[in-house]
């Protein structure tokens, strides 16, 4: 048995676990990260970065059918989904070998192997071959991020009910899917699948697609889905689901106890996820938790002292970018930083890489309003944009919710090309506190997208041009 002696331990190396190791390496700690399986956790090697390259692809190969109306005629018969499969896996292996060499760059030891706190500082971790060491340490992180929910009935096999880690691994494509819940991971998957061919039908409890996303955003995406025939059923639940000669049937009750059926050849269960918190020593720590998720304060402190959480495993949204940042907040925490700021869920960006894409932060208009603000909405539609016309990307807008006493922007909602894009220069001013006429008085390059987003800050002002 090894004994390893260190600053800092870090259990799980996702993009929580393996931005904090860094950042603490920086900051002049000696760190050991404990991994079960590959560098990178989810988001590089089953949930991010797969998804991206595939959306890439789906896109590609959506544009060249579009060729056409330049008078181009390809020949897309030799389209083979093994190889846009091989693709999404490359990406994903490249950027995991990459958090490799930045924890060799860092001088950061990896650990291959289960880890498991025994006691405040003290962790064992069980490795590939059944080897076992200890790591004592005087902080540690709990990054070990979270895991596909399945529903009752509808148990994962991964070859006809699949959850999003079945999804990223096909090697070809089914001629029809269902898909229950159309949050974020479920509209995306829609879009590839439909993309390459597949019918897709998208069923979702609540009543509206992307459910906590401003309803016209989710309406622009719905509108556009419903173009390329994916079939939604909202106010809609899965009741089981039989195997037929032909594949499975599924039975849906919708509105007013509706039932109906519909056929499929696999069904894609993607209705949210369950925080890695069994099985990791929790109960040698005394930490109880929260619907699965560890409570944890301001700068990701659990109730044990020198013990922190960060990412999926505490209940802030299950984002990469809010897993990274909560390790950066937890080691200069550890550290002493002097500048470290605790998390602000209204400057939380969320991006949906569907075409059109959804990205917003902060407040609707129905929840500022409910908050006690007196919000208001300026909506800028994306045709009045010369860039998304020329570009054939009219269908969109951009949605700023402010307080018409203060102008305070409260949140923005963007549904369209490059929306991931552009929000972040609503964010920025909203971080810094700026009004709309500062956004508004700034020349933006023309023609881009990003004159929606001054468009829609000069319709505050009662001044917009294009509309
Ligand atoms: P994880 O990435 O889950 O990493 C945790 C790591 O801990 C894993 O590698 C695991 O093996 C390891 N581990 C667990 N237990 C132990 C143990 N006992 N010992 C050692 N190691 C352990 N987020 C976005 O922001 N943008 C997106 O576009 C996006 N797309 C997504 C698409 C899909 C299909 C999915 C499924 C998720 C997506 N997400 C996206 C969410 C994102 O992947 C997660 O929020 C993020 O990975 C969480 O990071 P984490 O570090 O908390 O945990």
Same mark, same amino acid.
Do not use: F, K
């Given at each position: 048995m090894s004994e390893i002696t260190t600053d800092l331990a870090i259990l799980g190396a996702g993009p929580g676990g393996y931005v904090a190791a860094i950042r603490a390496a920086q900051l002049g700690l000696k760190v050991t990260i404990i991994e079960k399986d590959k560098l990178g956790g989810v988001c590089l090697n089953i949930g991010c970065i797969p998804s991206k390259a595939l959306i890439h692809q789906a896109e590609v190969f959506t544009h060249a059918q579009e060729a056409e109306s330049l008078g181009i005629k390809l020949d897309l018969s030799g389209f083979d989904y093994s190889k846009v499969f091989k693709k999404s896996r490359s990406a994903a292996d490249r950027l995991s070998k990459g958090v490799g060499s930045l924890m060799k760059k860092n001088e950061i030891q990896v650990l291959s192997g289960t880890g498991t706190i025994l006691e405040p500082g003290l962790i064992e971790v069980n490795g590939p071959k059944d080897e076992t060491s200890t790591v004592k340490a005087k902080d540690i992180i709990i990054a070990t991020g979270s895991r596909p929910r399945s529903i009752p009935g509808f148990d994962f096999d991964e070859e006809t009910v699949l959850s999003s880690n079945g999804a990223l691994m096909l090697k070809e494509l089914p001629k029809r899917l269902v898909i229950l819940g159309a949050g974020a991971i479920g509209c995306e998957f829609a879009h590839i699948m439909n993309s390459f061919g597949t019918k897709v039908t998208l069923v979702e409890m609540l009543d509206q697609i992307l459910p906590i996303e401003d309803p016209e955003a989710s309406k622009v995406l719905a509108e556009d889905f419903k173009k390329r025939k994916i079939d939604i059923h909202v106010k809609t639940r899965a009741l089981g689901f039989k195997k037929t000669k032909d594949g499975l049937s599924v039975e849906l009750e919708g509105p007013d106890e509706k039932k109906s059926s519909v056929s499929t050849d696999k069904l894609l269960v993607v209705v949210g996820r369950i925080p890695?918190?069994?099985?990791?020593g929790l109960e040698n720590l005394g930490i109880t938790t929260d619907k699965g998720f560890i409570p944890v304060e301001?700068?990701?402190?659990?109730?044990? *002292?020198h013990v922190y959480a960060i990412g999926d495993v505490v209940a802030t949204p299950l984002l990469a970018h809010v897993a990274s940042k909560e390790g950066e907040i937890a080691v200069e925490h550890i550290a002493g930083h002097s500048t470290t700021t605790r998390i602000d869920l209204t400057l939380i960006p969320s991006a949906v890489y569907t075409e059109p894409e959804i990205a917003s932060f902060g407040l609707t208009k129905e929840k500022a309003i409910m908050k006690g603000f007196a919000a208001e909405a300026a909506i800028f539609p994306y045709r009045g944009s010369g860039k998304a016309v020329a570009t054939d990307a009219a269908e969109g807008i951009v949605k700023i919710v402010y307080d018409t006493e203060s102008k305070e922007i409260l949140g923005a909602h963007i549904a369209g090309s490059r929306a991931t894009e552009i929000l972040h220069e609503v964010l920025l001013a909203s971080a810094s506190e700026l009004l709309p006429e500062d956004i508004a008085s700034m020349i933006h390059a023309h *023609?881009?997208?990003?004159e929606t987003v001054m468009e829609s800050m000069k319709l505050i002002q009662g001044a917009a041009v294009h509309i």
């Open positions: 890695n918190t069994e099985g990791i301001d700068y990701c402190q659990t109730s044990v *002292p *023609p881009t997208l990003s």
